[in-house]
C-alpha cells in the first residue's frame, strides 16, 4: 500500500487553512499545520477546530527552526499563513509576507527537501484595478483611481480614451499585477518568489488568487479584514454597518469550502503546474447591497453608514474570471445566499460578539488609510 500524501498548511488554524486541512483529511492525508495564533485573528488562542489528529506546530514563519521543523518529510505545502487586510502596518507586512515566504523557499532548496507541490495563497489584491467595458471603446482594464480623484467623490472607473463611466468585467489573469497598498505589494512579492523559484528549480508550483473568502471561522477578532464578517459584528451590537465610497463598489465573494476544494484541486493537477490561478465565484456582490442584505438576515432594521469616506487604492470592482481554473473542472458550488446562511448559523453559535472596528476605524483615519472625501455626505 503506498504511503499517505503528506501536507503542511501554514495559517493552518485560519479561515482558509483550516479547510484546507479538513479537505486533506477527508482524502486521507497526513497533516502538519503551522501557526502563530496570531492575537488580532485568534484572540482566544488555539481554535477547536484544529482537530486532534493533526500536528500542530506553534511557529512563526519568520523563524528558521519553524522551518526546520516544519517542512521536514513534507510532500506538498499549502502556504496560506500571511498577515492580511488594512492593517496600519507597513513593515510587518513585509516581514511576514514576504520574508516569511522567501525563508521557505530557502529552506526547501537549502536542505534539499523532497517536496513535490506548493500551493500559495495569492490574492485578487495583486491586481491594479479590475477589468471593465467602456459601451464606445470595448474592453480595458482599470489602472488605480488617482487620490485627488476620489477625494472629489468621484469613485467610478472611467475609460481611458473618452471619460465615460465604465462597468466592470470579469478579470482575467492577464489583468496588470501592482496593487497600491502594502497587503497586496506583498502578496505580489510572495506569487513572484514562488513563481520563479519553480521555473528555476523544477519544483511544481502553483499560485491561486484567492477572492474575498468567507465563512464559517472567520475571525470575529479581527476588525481589519473580511467584510462579512465585520459587517455583522457591528449589526449584532445595533450598529450599522460602515460602508466607504458610495456602496456601488462590489466584490467576488466566494465561500471557503469552495476556495478550500480549488486548492486540493491544484495541488494534484499537474496541468496547475508552473501557473496562477483566480479562485472566485465568477459573479459580483454590491458591498453596500451586501450589508442591507445581512441586517435584514440578521432581524436588524439597520441601514448602512455610507459617511464617503475611501481607501486610497482600493479597488473599485473585481469580478473574478475563474475559466483558467474552470478548465481544470473547478466550479464554486456555494451561492451566497446559501454560504451567508451558513455563515450566520455560525456566529450565532458563537455566543456574545464583541465590536472592534469602531477603534480601529479611528486608527485609520489617523494614519491617512482611510480619508473623507470632501464632498463626501453622510447616507
Given at each position: 500500500?503506498?504511503?499517505?500524501?503528506?501536507?503542511?498548511?501554514?495559517?493552518?488554524?485560519?479561515?482558509?487553512?483550516?479547510?484546507?486541512?479538513?479537505?486533506?483529511?477527508?482524502?486521507?492525508?497526513?497533516?502538519?499545520?503551522?501557526?502563530?495564533?496570531?492575537?488580532?485573528?485568534?484572540?482566544?488562542?488555539?481554535?477547536?477546530?484544529?482537530?486532534?489528529?493533526?500536528?500542530?506546530?506553534?511557529?512563526?514563519?519568520?523563524?528558521q527552526?519553524?522551518?526546520?521543523?516544519?517542512?521536514?518529510?513534507?510532500?506538498?505545502?499549502?502556504?496560506?499563513?500571511?498577515?492580511?487586510?488594512?492593517?496600519?502596518?507597513?513593515?510587518?507586512?513585509?516581514?511576514?509576507?514576504?520574508?516569511?515566504?522567501?525563508?521557505?523557499?530557502?529552506?526547501?532548496?537549502?536542505?534539499?527537501?523532497?517536496?513535490?507541490?506548493?500551493?500559495?495563497?495569492?490574492?485578487?489584491?495583486?491586481?491594479?484595478?479590475?477589468?471593465?467595458?467602456?459601451?464606445?471603446?470595448?474592453?480595458?482594464?482599470?489602472?488605480?483611481?488617482?487620490?485627488?480623484?476620489?477625494?472629489?467623490?468621484?469613485?467610478?472607473?472611467?475609460?481611458?480614451?473618452?471619460?465615460?463611466?465604465?462597468?466592470?468585467?470579469?478579470?482575467?489573469?492577464a489583468a496588470?499585477?501592482?496593487?497600491?497598498?502594502?497587503?497586496?505589494?506583498?502578496?505580489?512579492?510572495?506569487?513572484?518568489?514562488?513563481?520563479?523559484?519553480?521555473?528555476?528549480?523544477?519544483?511544481?508550483?502553483?499560485?491561486?488568487?484567492?477572492?474575498?473568502?468567507?465563512?464559517?471561522?472567520?475571525?470575529?477578532?479581527?476588525?481589519?479584514?473580511?467584510?462579512?464578517?465585520?459587517?455583522?459584528?457591528?449589526?449584532?451590537?445595533?450598529?450599522?454597518?460602515?460602508?466607504?465610497?458610495?456602496?456601488?463598489?462590489?466584490?467576488d465573494?466566494?465561500?471557503?469550502?469552495?476556495?478550500?476544494?480549488?486548492?486540493?484541486?491544484?495541488?494534484?493537477?499537474?496541468?496547475?503546474?508552473?501557473?496562477?490561478?483566480?479562485?472566485?465565484?465568477?459573479?459580483?456582490?454590491?458591498?453596500?447591497?451586501?450589508?442591507?442584505?445581512?441586517?435584514?438576515?440578521?432581524?436588524?432594521d439597520?441601514?448602512?453608514?455610507?459617511?464617503?469616506?475611501?481607501?486610497?487604492?482600493?479597488?473599485?470592482a473585481?469580478?473574478?474570471?475563474?475559466?483558467?481554473?474552470?478548465?481544470?473542472g473547478?466550479?464554486?458550488?456555494?451561492?451566497?445566499?446559501?454560504?451567508?446562511?451558513?455563515?450566520?448559523?455560525?456566529?450565532?453559535?458563537?455566543?456574545?460578539?464583541?465590536?472592534?472596528?469602531?477603534?480601529?476605524?479611528?486608527?485609520?483615519?489617523e494614519?491617512?488609510?482611510?480619508?473623507?472625501?470632501?464632498s463626501?455626505?453622510?447616507?
Open positions: 500500500m503506498a504511503e499517505a500524501t503528506t501536507a503542511l498548511v501554514t495559517g493552518g488554524a485560519g479561515l482558509i487553512g483550516s479547510h484546507i486541512v479538513d479537505e486533506a483529511l477527508a482524502r486521507g492525508w497526513n497533516v502538519r499545520v503551522l501557526d502563530n495564533l496570531e492575537p488580532q485573528t485568534h484572540a482566544e488562542g488555539k481554535p477547536s477546530w484544529i482537530p486532534g489528529d493533526v500536528e500542530f506546530i506553534h511557529g512563526d514563519v519568520r523563524n527552526e519553524d522551518w526546520d521543523r516544519a517542512l521536514n518529510g513534507v510532500d506538498v505545502v499549502f502556504h496560506e499563513a500571511a498577515y492580511g487586510g488594512y492593517m496600519p502596518e507597513i513593515a510587518k507586512f513585509i516581514h511576514v509576507n514576504s520574508y516569511g515566504t522567501a525563508l521557505m523557499l530557502e529552506t526547501i532548496r537549502n536542505n534539499d527537501l523532497p517536496v513535490r507541490k506548493l500551493v500559495l495563497a495569492s490574492s485578487q489584491a495583486v491586481y491594479n484595478e479590475g477589468a471593465y467595458h467602456c459601451d464606445r471603446h470595448g474592453h480595458f482594464y482599470g489602472e488605480t483611481r488617482p487620490v485627488s480623484r476620489l477625494a472629489q467623490g468621484d469613485y467610478l472607473m472611467h475609460c481611458p480614451l473618452c471619460g465615460d463611466p465604465a462597468r466592470p468585467a470579469p478579470t482575467d489573469e496588470p499585477m501592482g496593487g497600491e497598498n502594502v497587503y497586496a505589494i506583498s502578496k505580489a512579492d510572495q506569487e513572484r518568489l514562488v513563481i520563479s523559484f519553480g521555473r528555476a528549480t523544477g519544483l511544481p508550483v502553483t499560485a491561486l488568487r484567492h477572492s474575498c473568502t468567507y465563512g464559517p471561522r472567520q475571525s470575529l477578532f479581527n476588525p481589519y479584514t473580511g467584510v462579512i464578517a465585520i459587517f455583522c459584528t457591528r449589526l449584532m451590537n445595533d450598529l450599522p454597518p460602515v460602508v466607504y465610497e458610495d456602496g456601488n463598489q462590489s466584490r465573494l466566494v465561500f471557503v469550502e469552495d476556495v478550500a476544494r480549488a486548492n486540493l484541486l491544484v495541488a494534484t493537477d499537474d496541468r496547475a503546474n508552473g501557473q496562477v490561478m483566480n479562485v472566485g465565484s465568477g459573479k459580483a456582490a454590491g458591498i453596500g447591497a451586501l450589508a442591507r442584505l445581512l441586517a435584514e438576515k440578521l432581524g436588524k439597520i441601514e448602512p453608514d455610507i459617511p464617503g469616506e475611501y481607501r486610497p487604492g482600493e479597488m473599485r473585481l469580478i473574478s474570471d475563474t475559466s483558467r481554473l474552470g478548465a481544470l473547478f466550479r464554486a458550488q456555494t451561492s451566497l445566499e446559501d454560504g451567508i446562511d451558513r455563515y450566520l448559523a455560525w456566529i450565532q453559535e458563537q455566543g456574545d460578539v464583541g465590536e472592534y472596528f469602531s477603534e480601529a476605524a479611528r486608527r485609520l483615519r494614519r491617512q488609510i482611510v480619508k473623507q472625501a470632501r463626501g455626505t453622510r447616507a
